[in-house]
């Protein structure tokens, strides 16, 4: 088994491929994303692994990346709850 470079899962590689290419990928897909510039990270809500760009590495002031704009939302929510009442979503 080895692990794909791109998403980390692991898989069979079969003997010819590895004499083709020192780098594992899974699929077609994650070989083409893995040669990109960027870097997987980890949703800070999820911990889903992203790819994300170096552009939009560099361009993150918060050093945490989302999957989504949900991931995010739920983040900015929990960052800025101000009170604790466990009833704050009534009314
Ligand atoms: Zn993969
Ligand atoms: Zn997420």
Do not use: A
């Amino acid at each position: 088994m080895v692990t794909c470079e791109f998403c980390n899962k692991e898989f069979k590689k079969k003997d010819s491929q590895i004499n083709l290419s020192s780098r594992n990928f899974c699929s077609k897909s994650c070989c083409q994303q893995g040669n990109k510039k960027g870097k997987i990270v980890e949703c800070f809500t999820c911990k889903t692994n992203i790819y994300k760009s170096l552009k939009d590495i560099n361009s993150s002031k918060s050093k945490n990346y989302f999957c989504s704009r949900i991931c995010s939302s739920v983040w900015i929510g929990k960052e800025h709850r101000g009170s604790n009442h466990p009833n704050w979503t009534t009314g």
